[in-house]
């Protein structure tokens, strides 16, 4: 297309000079087959065959057909028979001269230069064919672009091709990844979950195998074997109530329905409840509530409950024997903010990211003793930012952990 405008570009050019040249010439052409002196005037530096033009081509004098006397541009008249007569042209190109009907001609010289040229019948002032009138001018020019724009589509398609191929490979894999990186965290669930599943199941049928198999079970031994049951059991309900409730509180993303939850009678609540297991871990927990005013936020009673219920059995969990535990409530313009502080084990820097993932545990056989299924803190979490809220960490090993639940405040 760009070299079909550049062709149709020399072919007007070509066409407008020759017209110009026709107009003029003609009124002043007497006899056929002859050069008029009169043509000289009008195209300085028109030399006639057999002349020494030497100093016609050197000559600074501009005609207003300018463009003809150009390098790379020849004039060239012939007579009817197609003998040169008269050419004009600084570099004349070494080009066959002969008589030529048709109108446009691409002509090349020794050296492999291509030049165009237009042909154009002449008559005299009385109407009867003078001879020919010959433009042409250099495709030197044309030829270079053709080559470049050749080369550049040679290289520059396979390179195109290879760029858009890259990137939209790697335009894919970055669209991908969320994706990818749901579908393994989905998979990562339902192997920890079944997993989970899978234990107390696997307890349950072990033990009534054995039961099974006994000829006389004793009723010692029968209510051993249910208590057995009934713990395995309700590991599975709390395991499957837990499941729900993360499920529920992904697919609403908020929750439902909303109530004003007065966060310090939250905080006595929780203190209440566990105060009878830290006594008996001989642990001290002491409710710190830090606000004059009382503190409201909006959300779900229940769940928020929840979340301080998990944060205060952790603390008590993973603090050994005479080890303080602080439930605390505090004001920060407008947040709410609980801290459960503890002086327990701490968890490792590198740990403190994970363990809001589900099904996480640091150290899974102690973890495990205690009864936790490494949802507790994932539950509290997905609650926390439920309620457009956080929940951040700060521990040392051996010193303790601080869990701060941030909410916004009424
Ligand atoms: P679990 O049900 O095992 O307690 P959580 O999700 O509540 O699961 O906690 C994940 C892990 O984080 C626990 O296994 C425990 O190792 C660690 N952790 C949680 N709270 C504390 C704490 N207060 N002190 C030390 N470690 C803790």
């Known amino acids: 297309m760009l070299c079909q405008a550049h062709w149709n570009a020399i072919h007007r050019e070509l066409e407008s000079l020759t017209g110009t040249l026709h107009d ?31 100093q016609h081509r050197h000559s600074t004098h501009r005609h207003v057909l300018g463009t003809a006397q150009q390098e790379g541009y020849y004039i060239r008249f012939t007579d009817r028979a197609g003998n040169l007569l008269a050419t004009v042209g600084e570099e004349l190109p070494d080009l066959p001269v002969r008589k030529v009907t048709e109108l446009w001609q691409t002509l090349q010289d020794p050296q492999g230069h291509r030049y165009h040229q237009i042909s154009l019948l002449l008559k005299t002032s009385n109407g009867n064919p003078w001879g020919y009138l010959q433009v042409g001018r250099s495709l030197q020019e044309f030829d270079l672009f053709l080559a470049n724009t050749r080369l550049a589509l040679l290289l520059g398609l396979p390179t195109t091709l290879l760029f858009v191929s890259g990137a939209s490979w790697w335009l894919a894999g970055l669209a991908m990844r969320p994706v990818y990186d749901s579908y393994q965290k989905i998979q990562q669930f339902t192997a920890d979950a ?29 209510r051993k074997t249910l208590r057995t049951i009934q713990r395995q059991n309700n590991r599975l309900a709390q395991l499957v109530q837990d499941l729900l409730l993360l499920s529920r509180i992904d697919v609403q993303g908020k929750p439902s329905p909303l109530t004003r939850c007065c966060l310090n009678v939250l905080i006595k609540d929780v203190a209440d409840e566990f105060e009878a297991l830290a006594i008996a871990a001989d642990l001290t927990l002491i409710p710190e509530i830090r606000v004059r005013e009382t503190l409201w936020v909006l959300g779900d009673e229940e769940q928020l409950y929840r979340v301080v219920a998990n944060l205060a059995s952790n603390a008590i969990q993973y603090t050994p024997p005479k080890g303080k535990i602080t439930i605390r409530l505090d004001r920060n313009d407008h947040h709410a903010l609980i801290q459960v502080q503890d002086t327990g084990i701490g968890i490792a820097p590198q740990e403190q990211k994970r363990i809001f993932d589900r ?3 640091v150290n899974s056989d102690r973890s495990r003793a205690t009864g936790g299924s490494g949802l507790g803190l994932a539950i509290a979490m ?27 405040a009424e």
């Open 24 to 54: 003029g010439l003609e009124p002043v052409l007497k006899q056929p087959d002859r050069m008029e002196p009169a043509v000289e005037q009008l195209l300085p530096g028109l030399c006639f065959v057999a002349k020494d033009c030497s």
């Open 194 to 222: 079944a997993h989970e599943l899978r234990t107390p199941l696997a307890v349950t049928r072990a033990i009534v195998e054995s039961v099974l198999e006994m000829e006389i079970v004793s009723e010692v031994e029968a």
């Open 359 to 361: 099904f996480y545990r």
């Open 382 to 408: 997905a609650i926390a930012q439920s309620h457009q809220g956080s929940i951040q960490v700060q521990s040392q090993l051996g010193r303790g952990s601080t869990f701060v639940v941030k909410l916004p």
